[in-house]
């Protein structure tokens, strides 16, 4: 359950810390510095289109270079900066810093939109679209270079403020997606209530999708579902040259999967683009 999750990610951190005892308020301050220190840092995974097998989009990925430990995932700190409230602070500086990366690509001549995550609370915060609005003017960016992932869990929480807020933020050119579909425990109602652009097919669908003919199923019945309603599908997590086949051959639209690549740094993504491009 999404308790246990928690609790596990809590005694990860505490352990991977080598702490006795696990103290909340430790770790809060640590990340209150981490945002202070400039220990955050994008990385950038790209996105590839089936039709074109040429890189469509990247997501931004966040990652915390903690003085001591090294790198740490965001499996390890989200849920506590979530607890916290800490998140606010710590998606805020996603946000700008995805306008800082959408406008340095951009210069490159390159038209590739970036997407961040957004934790339910910072769907609820009456800021978010002041502080989106302000990053996009700061850098000039076109904010069709943006989008936004939610999972289904912002939805549950409170349908109307999240409807008004999505609704608002489309107006504005941005795209949005859902993330991790079919994880979450919401209705499909908000399906065709919310201007949606993209739906994520969780990694946990395309894991074994190559033998698992349940996972089959539900993939190609969410692949349809989605085209019928006009949205485009993103599979997570594509590993293996199988899986891949299996989603072209059911017309997924994109890929997103350790078989391209995995997370990178913001200089290493730009060679990569550069690289597609000669060979295009
Ligand atoms: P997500 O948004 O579903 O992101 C995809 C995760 O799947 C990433 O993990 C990525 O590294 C991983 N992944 C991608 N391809 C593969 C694959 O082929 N195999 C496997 N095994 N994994 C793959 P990551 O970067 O550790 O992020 C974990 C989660 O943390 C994200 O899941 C997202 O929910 C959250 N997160 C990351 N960055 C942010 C952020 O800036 N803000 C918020 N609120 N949450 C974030
Ligand atoms: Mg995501
Ligand atoms: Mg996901
Ligand atoms: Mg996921």
């Known amino acids: 359950s999404g308790k246990n999750k928690k609790q596990n990610a809590i005694q990860f951190y505490s352990t991977s810390l080598r702490k006795a005892s696990f ?5 809060e301050r640590e990340l209150r510095q981490a945002i202070k ?12 289109d089936v039709k074109t097998n040429h890189i469509n989009k990247a997501e931004a990925l966040l990652r915390w270079h903690h003085p001591k430990q090294g790198l740490i995932s965001p499996e390890h700190f989200i849920t506590i900066a979530e607890k916290t409230g800490l998140i606010i602070n710590i998606g805020e500086w996603v946000i700008e810093r995805t306008c800082q990366i959408a406008k340095q690509i951009s210069e490159l001549g390159v038209n590739l939109k970036i997407s961040m ?9 009456d800021n978010l679209y002041n502080h989106l609005t302000q990053c996009i003017e700061q850098t000039q960016i076109d904010a069709s270079l943006l989008e936004l992932e939610i999972t289904e869990g ?17 107006a504005l050119g941005i795209s949005i997606s859902v993330d991790d579909f079919g994880t979450g425990y919401s209705s499909l109602v908000y399906l065709k209530k919310l201007p949606l652009d993209f739906l994520k ?3 946990t669908f395309i894991k074994e999708i190559v033998t ?17 309603l006009n949205l485009c599908v993103i599979a997570e997590g ?3 040259e199988e899986q891949l086949s299996f989603l072209v ?3 997924c639209n994109s890929v997103q999967g350790f078989i391209f690549s995995r997370p990178i740094q913001l200089q290493s993504f730009i060679t990569l683009l550069q690289q597609q491009n000669q060979h295009k």
């Open 23 to 27: 103290s909340a308020i430790q770790i």
């Open 37 to 48: 220190h400039q220990e955050f840092e994008l990385y950038l995974q790209p996105i590839i």
């Open 117 to 125: 995550n957004l934790s339910p609370s910072q769907v609820a915060d």
């Open 154 to 170: 912002v939805l549950v929480d409170d349908y109307i403020v999240a409807e008004q807020l999505l609704k608002k933020v489309r």
């Open 201 to 203: 097919i969780d990694r």
């Open 212 to 228: 698992d003919e349940h996972d089959k199923a539900i993939v190609r019945a969410v692949i349809g579902m989605a085209h019928t």
């Open 238 to 240: 594509v590993e293996t």
């Open 249 to 251: 051959n059911n017309a």
